[in-house]
C-alpha cells in the first residue's frame, strides 16, 4: 500500500518535470511560446491565425500571450534574464539592436529564402531585419507614421483637411482654427514635441537622421528648433495642455484623440485599429506636413518584427511560425492589415483584393503617400529605448515649466550621450 | 532535532533570501546586462549614484517626501479611527473594523491603483499633485496599523481611566497621560513598520503613474528607478547597487527610531 503511493507521487513528479521544462514531450507533440504586444483586435486574429497554423501541423503547440506595448518589453527581458525566454519573439525596430546586440536571438540567416520563403518579398525590407550581416529578424509588416485626425471637426472649422503639401506653419495655423472653433473644449493638435517618432519624421524631412553610426545623428540646435516650434503650437493655442502629455503612451483609447480632446493626433497608420475600435469610423489618415516638397519624412518601417529566441530547443517549430505568419495566404487573409502592410507582396496584393473597415484606410492611405516614403534607416543603437523615453521626460519638464527648453536641451544631450555608451 | 524542524524554513531563508542578497552585492560592483556575464566594475556604480545622476537623487528626494507625509498621516488615521471603533464595544464594532480594513486587503492590487487613477485623473497628470494622490492612497490603506491599535487600546486597564475620571479628568487629558504614553510600545511599532513599507512603495506609484514615475518624474520612487534601471535599461548591476543602498538607508533609519525610542516609549513596567 505504502509503495504504491510512493511510485505514484514519483510518477507524479516525472510527469510533472517533463510539464514543466517545455519542449517536446513523450507522445512526439512540440510546444513553443510565441509572444507579442497589442491590443484586443489584433489578439483576435493573431489567435486565430495560430490555430490555423495549429491545424495545419498537428504536432506543434503554440501557447500565446500578449502585453501592450508599454509593458511587453519589461516582461520580455526579465524571462529572458530568467532562462525563461519564448520561442517566438515579436520584435520591434526600436529594440532590435538592445536584444540582437547582447546574443538573445537566434541568427536566421540560413533558413532565409528556404525555410523563411521571400521570393514575393522586397529584397530591402528583408534586410530591415538584418544587423552586423545576420538576419536577426523577419520584419512583419510595414507602416509609416502619420496624421489620424477627425473630419468632423476639419469640417466644422472650415479648414482643409491633411494633405501631401501642407507645412507645419499651415498646420498651426489649421490646428489654432479647430481649437478656436471648439471653444477650446477640443485642441487642435497632440502635443508632439515630446516624440521621438514625430522629432525622426521631422528630422528626415530636412535630410538628418536620428542616428549616425550609432551617435546622434542630430545637433543640439535641431533638437532645439523642434521644441520650439511645438512650443509656438502652445503659445497658438493650437494644441493639447500640458496635463495630456503624460496619456501618450498608452493604447489609442487613453490618448488625446481617443479621448476626443484633440482634433489631430501623430501616430502610425498601424495603430489605426486601435483608434478605430474606440472611435468607430469617425477618423482619418492623412500625411505630415512637411516644409519640404520632395519628402514627408516617413518611411517603409517594419511595424514590427518577428524573432526566435537564440536558446529555443525547437528552432524547426520556432521557424515554421514565423514562416507560416509571414506568407501563408491563408494567414495573410485572417491577418490583414492589423500590424500594416503585410510584408510578403503578393499577400499585400490579396489583402487588397478584398479590402474594408480599418485595413482599407490603412492602405489607401499607403498607397496615397508611397511615392513620397523613403527607406528605412538602420535599425537604431543599443540605449534608444532609453533615449526615446529621455526625450518625454525632458519635454514633459518643459511642458509643465519646470524646465526652459535650453535646460532641458542640456539635460538631453547628456543623459542621451551616457545612454548611447 | 529542532535543526531538522527549522529545515524546511532554513532552507527557502538560504535559497529564497540569503542567496539572492550576496548574488545582488556581488553583481553591484558589476557592469551586468541580464543577458551576459556581468563585468566587474568596482565601486563605479556606488561613485555614480552619488556623483552623477540626478535622476537617482530625484528619486531620493520623491521617496523622503513620500514617507515624511504618508506614515504619519496613515498613522494618525489609523489612531484616530481605532480610538472611535475602541468607544463602540459591543456596538457593530466587528463590523466597522473589517469595514475600515477593507480597503488595506486590496491594497497593493493593480484595479485599486487603477481605479484611484481615473478618479483623480486631473491630479495625476499634473507634476505637483500627483504625488498628493498616491500619498492619499497610501493613507487611505491604514487598515492594518489600526487593527493593532486597537488590540493596544483594548490592552489599557480600565481602572486607570476610572482612576483618572475621579479625579477630573477629562476626554484630552485622558488620551495625553494614559492612552498615548500606554499605547506608545504599539505607536513605535507601528512606526517602525510602516516606515520601512513606505520606503519601499512601488505598486502604487508604479501603476498610477502608468510606470514611468511622471509627470516629469514627479512620482518617480527609489523603487520605480530601481526596476526602471534594472529591467528596462538592462543595468542590473546598477540597480543591485541601488538595492543596497535603500537596505542599508532602511536600517540606519530603524536604528536611528530605535535610539529615539528610549525617549518616549513608555513600557509600563519602568519606575
Not at chain 2, 228 to 252: C, D, P, Q
Request: aromatic fraction near 12%; charge should be neutral.
Amino acid at each position: 500500500m505504502e509503495a504504491h503511493k510512493i511510485v505514484g507521487l514519483a510518477l507524479g513528479a516525472v510527469l510533472v518535470a517533463s510539464g514543466c521544462g517545455g519542449g517536446s514531450s513523450a507522445n512526439g507533440q512540440t510546444e513553443i511560446r510565441f509572444i507579442w504586444w497589442g491590443n484586443d483586435d489584433r489578439a483576435k486574429v493573431t489567435t486565430e491565425a495560430v490555430k490555423l497554423f495549429e491545424s495545419r501541423n498537428p504536432n506543434i503547440k503554440v501557447s500565446t500571450s500578449f502585453q501592450n506595448f508599454q509593458n511587453y518589453f519589461e516582461k520580455l527581458s526579465t524571462e529572458i534574464a530568467g532562462g525563461n525566454a519564448p520561442d517566438v519573439i515579436q520584435m520591434d525596430y526600436r529594440y532590435l539592436n538592445e536584444y540582437a546586440g547582447r546574443n538573445v536571438l537566434l541568427d536566421l540567416t540560413p533558413y532565409v529564402g528556404k525555410e523563411i520563403r521571400t521570393a514575393d518579398w522586397n529584397a530591402g525590407f528583408v534586410g530591415s531585419g538584418e544587423l552586423n550581416g545576420k538576419q536577426v529578424a523577419m520584419p512583419l509588416a510595414q507602416n509609416a507614421t502619420t496624421i489620424v485626425y477627425d473630419p468632423k471637426l476639419f469640417a466644422a472649422a472650415g479648414v482643409a483637411e491633411p494633405k501631401i503639401g501642407w507645412t507645419w506653419a499651415d498646420y498651426k495655423e489649421i490646428a489654432g482654427k479647430i481649437q478656436a472653433s471648439t471653444g477650446g473644449k477640443i485642441a487642435g493638435s497632440t502635443d508632439f514635441g515630446g516624440t521621438e517618432d514625430v522629432f525622426e519624421t521631422w528630422l528626415r524631412q530636412r535630410g538628418k537622421a536620428l542616428y549616425d553610426n550609432g551617435k546622434l545623428g542630430y545637433s543640439k540646435d535641431d533638437l532645439k528648433a523642434f521644441w520650439q516650434l511645438s512650443k509656438d503650437f502652445r503659445d497658438a493655442r493650437a494644441t493639447t495642455p500640458a496635463e495630456l502629455v503624460t496619456t501618450l503612451n498608452a493604447g489609442a483609447e487613453q490618448t488625446p484623440m481617443g479621448k476626443k480632446l484633440s482634433a489631430s493626433e501623430h501616430s502610425y497608420d498601424s495603430l489605426y485599429g486601435g483608434y478605430n475600435t474606440v472611435r468607430p469610423d469617425e477618423l482619418k489618415l492623412g500625411p505630415y506636413p512637411s516644409d519640404n516638397n520632395e519628402t514627408l519624412g516617413s518611411y517603409r518601417k517594419p511595424s514590427q518584427l518577428i524573432s526566435a529566441s537564440a536558446r529555443t530547443k525547437n528552432k524547426d517549430a520556432a521557424v515554421k511560425l514565423i514562416d507560416f505568419l509571414l506568407n501563408d495566404p491563408d494567414a495573410g487573409k485572417v491577418l490583414g492589415a492589423n500590424r500594416g502592410l503585410p510584408a510578403n507582396l503578393k499577400i499585400r496584393e490579396a489583402v487588397a483584393q478584398n479590402l474594408s473597415g480599418a485595413n482599407k484606410v490603412i492602405f489607401e492611405y499607403e498607397k496615397s503617400v508611397d511615392a513620397k516614403l523613403g527607406d528605412a534607416p538602420p535599425a537604431p543603437p543599443k540605449g534608444d529605448g532609453a533615449i526615446y523615453k529621455l526625450m518625454q521626460r525632458k519635454h514633459e519638464e518643459v511642458v509643465f515649466g519646470k524646465k526652459t527648453i535650453d535646460q532641458a536641451l542640456d539635460e538631453f544631450w547628456r543623459d542621451a550621450e551616457e545612454a548611447l555608451k | 532535532m529542532p535543526y531538522l524542524f527549522l529545515g524546511p524554513w532554513l532552507l527557502g531563508a538560504i535559497g529564497l533570501t540569503v542567496a539572492p542578497m550576496v548574488v545582488s552585492l556581488y553583481l553591484s560592483f558589476t557592469d551586468y546586462d541580464l543577458f551576459n556575464e556581468p563585468q566587474w566594475v568596482g565601486l563605479d556604480n556606488y561613485a555614480k549614484l552619488f556623483g552623477d545622476d540626478p535622476r537617482y537623487l530625484q528619486s531620493v528626494g520623491v521617496t523622503l517626501k513620500y514617507v515624511a507625509w504618508s506614515v504619519p498621516l496613515k498613522l494618525v488615521l489609523a489612531l484616530a479611527v481605532a480610538l472611535l471603533l475602541n468607544s463602540l464595544r459591543g456596538k457593530g464594532q466587528a463590523f466597522f473594523r473589517s469595514a475600515f480594513y477593507a480597503p488595506s486587503l486590496l491594497g497593493a492590487s493593480v484595479g485599486l491603483a487603477l481605479a484611484w487613477r481615473a478618479i483623480f485623473d486631473t491630479w495625476v497628470d499634473l507634476p505637483d499633485t500627483s504625488l498628493v494622490t498616491i500619498v492619499l492612497l497610501s493613507a487611505w490603506q491604514f487598515g492594518a496599523p489600526m487593527v493593532i491599535f486597537l488590540a493596544g487600546l483594548q490592552q489599557i486597564p480600565r481602572d486607570l481611566f476610572d482612576a483618572a475620571a475621579v479625579d477630573g479628568a477629562g476626554w484630552w487629558r485622558k488620551l495625553a497621560s494614559i492612552t498615548l504614553p500606554m499605547l506608545s510600545p504599539v505607536l513605535f511599532f507601528n512606526l517602525v513598520l510602516e516606515t520601512i513599507h513606505a520606503f519601499q512603495a512601488f505598486t502604487q506609484a508604479f501603476v498610477v503613474s502608468g510606470g514611468r514615475g511622471g509627470p516629469a518624474d514627479s512620482t518617480l520612487f527609489y523603487t520605480l528607478y530601481l526596476y526602471e534601471r534594472g529591467f528596462t535599461e538592462f543595468r542590473m548591476g546598477y540597480a543591485s547597487a541601488m538595492a543596497w543602498v535603500l537596505l542599508v538607508a532602511i536600517a540606519l533609519i530603524t536604528a536611528v527610531l530605535f535610539r529615539t525610542s528610549r525617549y518616549w516609549v513608555f513600557y509600563g513596567d519602568e519606575r
